[in-house]
């Protein structure tokens, strides 16, 4: 399985805050970001939701302010998840699944 760094090199991308420009562009999806994040030598599971260009975390605390990173701790994401939006119980929202960030940075792969 492919790990996704969020590096210096990754720090140049800024990943979730260009997932967040193109979420913006497409309302109709919520993607799901999966990982850990990376403390004092132990994983601490991450998950992260983009919807409608602002994220939100289900395990941390993140960054509101958007002059500041939307997570300021090192992380990996390992997998990627495009939902079909409004997420109902009823539903099988799933869209696509991939684990390379960069799948997800081309905005025709939200369609």
């Known amino acids: 399985m492919e790990e996704t760094l969020a590096s210096p090199k990754m720090a140049e991308i800024d990943l979730i805050n260009?997932?967040?420009?193109?979420?913006?562009?497409?309302?109709?999806?919520?993607?799901?970001?999966?990982?850990?994040?990376?403390?004092?030598?132990?994983?601490?599971?991450?998950?992260?939701?983009?919807?409608?260009?602002?994220?939100?975390?289900?395990?941390?605390?993140?960054?509101?302010?958007?002059?500041?990173?939307?997570?300021?701790?090192?992380?990996?994401?390992?997998?990627?998840?495009?939902y079909k939006a409004p997420l109902t119980e009823t539903k099988n929202n799933l869209i696509r699944e991939n684990q390379s960030s960069v799948f997800f940075l081309n905005q025709k792969n939200w369609i």
Request: no cysteine; hydrophobic share 40%.
């Open 18 to 82: 260009n997932l967040e420009k193109i979420s913006s562009e497409i309302p109709t999806r919520i993607l799901k970001l999966e990982g850990f994040i990376l403390k004092e030598n132990q994983k601490e599971k991450l998950e992260i939701l983009i919807f409608k260009g602002f994220s939100s975390s289900t395990t941390h605390p993140i960054e509101i302010d958007l002059e500041k990173k939307v997570i300021e701790f090192r992380y990996i994401v390992i997998n990627f998840k495009l």
